[in-house]
């Protein structure tokens, strides 16, 4: 009798709850209808509000838009960057549906841009939702054509600076190779955290290009997702898509070094309804370094078509061509050990051979189709395809004697790989009584395949002197590009994922409830007629495969409606695989995967008339079950040779402050600071307690830009401040590699008439010489010097 009761006692409170949700949801109408420009082309991502309400929403790709609230009396008010603003007054009738087709028209103003970015974002399209980023629990930070412009960025640790808790920490061989990261503590990964739309790409080349939008970074875990990611963040670089109107912008920068870098950026209608549009992006880079016998090259070409092929569906194809060549550059490495050393040597001296170069060259293909199905939701399919060839081929210098006395050791491969993805997704919005759902469900697929020529490893080159190096002693052999290794090495990564944010309250209450169901393979695939004869004779395949459920969930309070405070809950995971060039390989052919969980609490606000945009963030990580690795001669470690586990308990947490906006109409402000305390709480190489590689425990940036409204129209001052506090390079915290304290200073003063601008930069004004280490090792990367770029553009658009 007593379950009975209970099951009883349980379905009255069902029936009583839902009854309550449909009484209230009588009371209530829908508010629907569609953003257009002046060119009857649906606006994506235009605010609506509801004035004096925390309820509003934004529309989708095809401008749509839906809202349900109490009957009566509103006003709409609508806005999108770069057009006036508009304030529409409806009626919602009770039980009834209120259709609605706004128009905006472009503000007169000449040439715009974006010109929000940081935290003041509107959406970021790696969280694959049109929820506004002040609506997500999740820290996210979007760096857009403001700051690109003001710090005239053509590289990535230029923009990434800007990101609190994001840290460059060096480069693989020199600033025209490609870079790596650390965030909240941990490194991101090559083949797991930087996305191109969303889609994986290989981090192997300088990613910054002029066809990029905006660079957007998710902190914290997000394997729901993305599959198996460090759980620092996922930096996702969005596109920029054609526009409707002709544009044309003309960019030229020339500076110190012998810099010249052309660009150009193409943008318009094919045919009379603006349904079919292009979009070019190119530039052509060539530079030399304040280091010695240090040059690159680089080119590349980006066309874009869209195509609204009905009102309903819309396909957008892209192509990204780089290519890209940069002389190899270890660094210095200390006369005695230990980075008080450096002092005594020249920050231009050259340690590798002017012959010896890193190539690079990458063909990315995106195909997004997007299908509106009814009025609220959205089918999205993309499919990514990337071929990728890199050759390295550099210089490793050894530890010197007392004398200077040194060996230069070389090595060199070629490298190809092949990248395939695709997801589908449907994304869409809709009420049960008085509960709004944000529904996102989708499948994702993305299979690698890479190859080498040979393992990297290091070959004597010759002796040499740290303070008489002599050049061309030994005729140069550039790496042979074939034969390949006898083995295919493989990513395969398949998953569904499903998360719904609820909304109640009148949108001041939401819950984000999401899962994702993960299967990842990886390892070496063995070519049986290519074993013979190699060192992998009888090698078998050995794949690693792991089914992984990660689920997310967090609370969002919206008091107002421009502020939100938030806690969330994620969990992450990487699969690792076999690392073949470990001497104790055999004993981990099979490795486990490694498993992180962040909690976070964050809040989110829009001030001072919604110019100002604040994001606050605590958060705790823990990894566990890491890859570690320890040299089998510590004191005198040779990369070669060294053993591997995946065991232990790492721990980071911390504080993060993001500010972006205006302070007031001619004062803008882009600022950063972040505390970050890493710790290791279990390892079996190294000390428990012992910090995190790579990880600062203080960092802050601050950029302030002068635009005045009235008196001296078009002219712009910037200012900009970035501190490193001092951190190990390595997780057994040897002091002598432990990198300083570093800072920059950055100024910046243009001016805009009409068409024509021009703009100074002076990158480090009071030449400080600072380091990093991204090689444990006793290398160090002097960072780049004082530097003058300017900056002459022209712009057209009708």
């Known amino acids: 009798m007593y379950p009975f009761t209970m099951k009883a006692n349980f379905l009255l409170l069902c029936a009583m709850l839902f009854g309550a949700i449909a009484a209230f949801a009588q009371n209530q109408g829908v508010l629907t209808g569609q953003v257009f420009d002046k060119n009857g082309l649906p606006l994506a991502y235009a605010t ?101 412009k003001q710090q005239a960025a053509f590289d990535l640790t230029t923009l990434t600076r800007n990101i609190s808790g994001l840290n460059f920490t060096g480069n693989y061989s020199g600033a025209g190779s490609y870079q790596f990261f650390n965030a909240r503590g941990f490194d991101l990964v090559n083949s797991q955290n930087f996305r191109w739309n969303g889609m994986m790409i290989w981090n192997l080349g300088n ?50 070094w012998n810099l010249i870098r052309p660009a150009f950026d193409i943008s318009g209608p094919l045919n009379k309804s603006k349904t079919l549009r292009y979009r070019v992006n190119t530039s052509y880079q060539k530079e030399e370094s304040f280091r010695n016998n240090v040059a690159s090259e680089r080119f590349f070409v980006a066309p874009t078509l869209a195509w609204d092929i009905t009102p309903r569906l819309s396909w957008n194809v892209e192509a990204v061509l780089r290519n890209s060549t940069a002389s190899d550059d270890p660094g210095l490495v200390s006369p005695d050990g230990t980075v008080a050393g450096l002092d005594r040597l020249d920050p231009k001296l050259y340690l590798s051979e002017p012959t010896r170069k890193y190539k690079y060259k990458d063909q990315s293909y995106f195909s997004t189709l997007t299908y509106r199905l009814g009025d609220t939701w959205r089918l999205r399919s993309v499919f990514f395809y990337g071929n990728t060839k890199n050759r390295p081929w550099g210089i490793w210098p050894d530890a010197p004697d007392e004398d200077g006395n040194l060996q230069r050791n070389e090595y060199g491969y070629n490298q190809g790989l092949k990248n395939l993805s695709t997801t589908l997704d449907a994304y869409g919005s809709f009420y049960t009584g008085r509960i709004k759902h944000n529904l996102l469900v989708g499948l994702e697929y993305q299979r690698s395949r890479f190859r080498y020529t040979n393992e990297g490893y290091l070959d004597s080159l010759d002796q040499n002197n740290l303070y008489n190096i002599v050049y061309n002693q030994v005729p140069d052999v550039a790496p042979a590009e074939t034969p390949y290794l006898p083995f295919v090495s493989v990513i395969d990564r398949a998953g569904i994922y499903m998360q719904d944010q609820m909304m109640f309250l009148h949108e001041k209450l939401h819950l984000l409830v999401g899962v994702r169901a993960g299967l990842t393979t990886q390892g070496n695939q063995y070519k049986a007629n290519e074993l013979p004869g190699t060192d992998y004779e009888g090698y078998e395949d050995n794949l690693v495969t792991v089914n992984v459920l990660t689920p997310r969930i967090g609370l969002v309070y919206k008091p107002k409606e421009w502020a939100s405070v938030y806690a969330s809950y994620a969990q992450g995971y990487e699969v690792n695989s076999p690392d073949i060039f470990a001497l104790n390989y055999l004993e981990f052919s099979n490795p486990p995967a490694t498993r992180s969980a962040q909690v976070e609490l964050g809040t989110k606000a829009s001030i001072l008339q919604n110019r100002l945009g604040l994001s606050l963030t605590l958060f705790q990580i823990d990894k566990k079950d890491p890859y570690g690795f320890v040299y089998l001669d510590p004191a005198n470690p040779n990369y070669d040779e060294y053993n591997v586990y995946y065991d232990g308990h790492h721990r980071s947490r911390g504080i993060e402050l993001d500010v972006d906006g205006k302070i007031t109409p001619w004062l803008s402000i882009t600022a950063g600071a972040a505390y970050t305390d890493t710790e290791v709480l279990e390892d079996p190489g190294y000390p428990s307690g012992n910090r995190l590689p790579n990880a600062p425990r203080y960092t802050g940036n601050i950029w302030l830009n002068f635009e005045p409204v009235q008196h001296l129209k078009g002219l712009t001052l910037g200012a900009g401040y970035f501190y490193k506090n001092r951190f190990f390079s390595s997780i057994n915290n040897d002091p002598n590699l432990e990198v300083p304290n570093s800072f920059t200073i950055d100024l910046a003063a243009g001016y805009q008439f009409k068409r024509f601008g021009a703009q100074l930069n002076v990158t480090n004004i009071t030449n400080q010489v600072n380091y990093l280490n991204p090689w444990v090792f006793n290398l160090f990367e002097v960072q780049p010097l004082r530097r003058f770029v300017l900056t002459l553009s022209y712009k057209f658009q009708r």
């Open 48 to 148: 609506l509000q509801l004035e004096g309400s925390v309820q509003g929403t934004i529309s989708d790709e095809q401008g749509v838009f839906l809202l349900k609230v109490d009957a009566g009396n509103y006003n709409l008010v609508v806005t999108y960057i770069g057009y006036a603003p508009v304030k529409q007054p409806v009626v919602v009738a009770a039980n009834a549906e209120t259709k609605l087709t706004v128009k905006l028209t472009e503000e007169n103003t000449a040439l715009k841009v974006i010109e929000v970015s940081g935290v003041r974002a509107k959406t970021a399209s790696a969280t694959r939702t049109l929820l506004e980023v002040k609506d997500i629990p999740q820290a996210i930070v979007v760096i857009g054509q403001k700051t690109i």
């Open 207 to 256: 990613n910054y290009a002029d066809n990029i939008e905006q660079v957007e970074f998710l902190k914290g875990p997000t394997s729901i997702l993305f599959g198996d990611v460090a759980p620092g963040g996922v930096l996702n670089f969005s596109t920029k898509k054609p526009l409707a109107d002709f544009y044309t912008a003309v960019d030229l920068k020339i500076g110190q």
